[in-house]
């Protein structure tokens, strides 16, 4: 497991940009994300999505559970704030789009830890102040921490 400190919601989008770069022509990946309301994960998905798919425009499906960014999909969305159980993400048949040839990435992801791969990459923000957040990679495959840890980057 590796910490980093973000100070900044654009700290945060930069993480997402380089954990980007690290991903790009890798799949599937599954990037769980958890962490309470307003700690930076739709920043961090905004970096990533900008950096794989080169999409401006990203926001947090809160409403629309999914969204899909790049063609063929490269990357898919997932927010389950509003998921009561993994069973919801089933009926509407989210679940076939996890491990899929993709980056999926899933916020909320603790509320549908069933359906997460093995080797999913578990990324955990917690508040710090108003702006500062410690961000918790860990990451089985190392596709992604140990770059981070060795700043290969």
Not at 91 to 120: M, N, Q, T
Not at 121 to 149: A, C, G, V
Request: glycine share 6%; hydrophobic share 40%.
């Amino acid at each position: 497991m590796i910490e980093i400190l973000s100070r900044s919601w654009q700290e945060t989008e930069h993480l997402g940009t380089t954990v980007g770069k690290l991903l790009k022509g890798i799949s599937p990946v599954t990037l769980a994300l958890s962490g309470e309301l307003a700690s930076g994960k739709t920043s961090f998905v905004k970096g990533l999505v900008k950096e794989i798919c080169g999409e401006w425009w990203v926001h947090s499906p809160t409403f629309t559970i999914v969204n899909v960014y790049g063609t063929p999909p490269k990357v898919i969305h997932i927010d389950c704030y509003r998921i009561s159980s993994y069973r919801e993400l089933v009926s509407i048949g989210a679940e076939e789009l996890i491990g899929s040839e993709c980056i999926c990435v899933i916020e909320w992801a603790d509320k549908v830890k069933e359906l997460l791969p093995a080797d999913h990459i578990s990324i955990h923000f917690e508040h710090i102040d108003e702006t500062s957040r410690r961000i918790l990679i860990s990451d089985p495959t190392d596709i992604i921490e140990q770059p981070l840890r060795n700043r290969d980057i």
